[in-house]
């Protein structure tokens, strides 16, 4: 089975900055798109921002647009999600995820998550003064 450990959340004051890491063991990520995903008490999870295998193109919902930045880093099997400017609208539990494509529509950003995956534990970003 497919699974990704996430860490990196914490609390955070508005305007704040985290970065979230997600690491892949016993397979490789190359090969994958990674998405970012958020889930928010009483909210569905939504996806955040997605990277391409090779790292050169990257997607992001609205919500995350011109504040957060995806990257990956193959040789580690890892990926990233730098978030700048945070707001208490960010505050959820967020997650990693194997895709086979990623694209928006509208302000949204769409995964298709890999059959493969299966979601982990997530890192808690809070948000507040």
């Known amino acids: 089975q497919v699974q990704l450990v996430e860490s990196g959340g914490g609390l955070v004051q508005p305007g704040g900055s985290l970065r979230l890491s997600c690491v892949a063991s016993g397979f490789t990520l190359d090969s994958y798109f990674l998405a970012w995903f958020r889930q928010a008490p009483g909210k569905e999870r939504e996806g955040v921002s997605c990277?391409?295998?090779?790292?050169?193109?990257?997607w992001y919902a609205e919500s995350a647009k011109g504040r957060f930045i995806i990257s990956r880093d193959n040789a580690v099997n890892m990926v990233f999600l730098q978030m700048n400017g945070l707001k208490p609208d960010d505050t959820a539990v967020y997650y990693c995820?194997?895709?086979?494509?990623?694209?928006?529509?509208?302000?949204?950003?769409?995964?298709?998550?890999?059959?493969?995956?299966?979601w982990g534990q997530g890192t808690q970003v809070t948000v507040s003064s």
């Open positions: 995820a194997t895709a086979t494509s990623c694209r928006t529509t509208g302000s949204h950003l769409v995964v298709d998550i890999a059959p493969d995956f299966s």
């Open positions: 990277v391409s295998p090779s790292g050169s193109s990257q």
